[in-house]
């Protein structure tokens, strides 16, 4: 490592890779807990799906109690109009209509039994899917108050590295920065070692010029920095 700039430049980039893991992380977390909350959403959604589907069923009954109640009043007016008629004919005829209604409350009664057991059912699935899913949903909650508190530690880790990326950069020259600085919108590591010819970042061949640069054990604080061929990244020789 024969560049004077080269050390300095390996310690900033090894303060810029931590600054960087560091912002991955907090970016990451906002897509996680929005994706929580997707999953705590649709935990909500099926406990309200349960709770309708049960809601609707003993809306279901209590319109069936009505139709019953309605047909059995109509059943005591026929009746009580059955008393009243004198001509066998048509004493008959309301009877006919009276067995007819009898027969119609006989089987709104069989749906009712039936509403009944539906109900019971699905007061059950409702019952025991709403336990799971709020436990689901603590432990979603949990998680997500995990993440925000994970959140703001790495914040805090955050401005510890950006100081120390600051401290970092102080000592190096602008136009050595400037250089760093450009590859780094580009390529991630800035700095790599040559091994066996090969560039350590592509992992391309270098040429000969920029091997026998890096090579080189004269320390020229103005001479260029090795540049790799193809990527160009800093590199510098490492011996194997």
């Not at 912002?23 to 929580?36: F, G, T």
């Not at 959403?41 to 139709?67: F, M």
């Not at 920065?177 to 270098?206: E, M």
Request: proline content about 3%.
């Amino acid at each position: 490592m024969s560049h004077p700039a080269l050390e300095s430049l390996l310690i900033l980039q090894d303060r810029d890779t931590k600054r960087l893991s560091v912002e991955v992380q907090l970016k990451a977390i906002p897509r996680d807990i929005a994706a929580i909350e997707q999953r705590i959403a649709a935990e909500k959604g099926a406990i309200e799906a349960a709770r309708d589907e049960l809601q609707g069923l003993e809306v279901r009954k209590k319109a069936l109690e009505t139709d019953i109640g309605l047909a059995e009043q109509k059943a005591g007016q026929y009746r009580t109009q059955q008393l009243a008629i004198r001509k066998n004919d048509e004493y008959q005829a309301m009877g006919h209509q009276i067995e007819t209604i009898q027969g119609q409350i006989g089987e709104l009664e069989s749906q009712e039994l039936e509403l009944m057991y539906a109900i019971d059912e699905a007061r059950k699935r409702f019952q025991a899917a709403e336990a799971e899913l709020k436990a689901n949903i603590a432990g979603h909650e949990g998680r997500i108050a995990a993440l925000r508190e994970r959140e703001s530690s790495l914040k805090g880790e955050l401005e510890a590295v950006q100081a120390e990326v600051a401290t970092a950069r102080a000592p190096i020259a602008e136009r050595w920065l400037k250089v760093f600085d450009r590859i780094a919108t580009l390529n991630h590591p800035v700095v790599v070692p040559i091994v066996l010819g090969k560039c350590g970042g592509c992992h391309l061949k270098v040429s000969s010029e920029v091997e026998s640069q890096a090579r080189s054990k004269v320390a020229d604080p103005i001479a260029q920095l090795p540049t790799c061929d193809q990527c160009g990244r800093i590199v510098y020789w490492e011996q194997v």
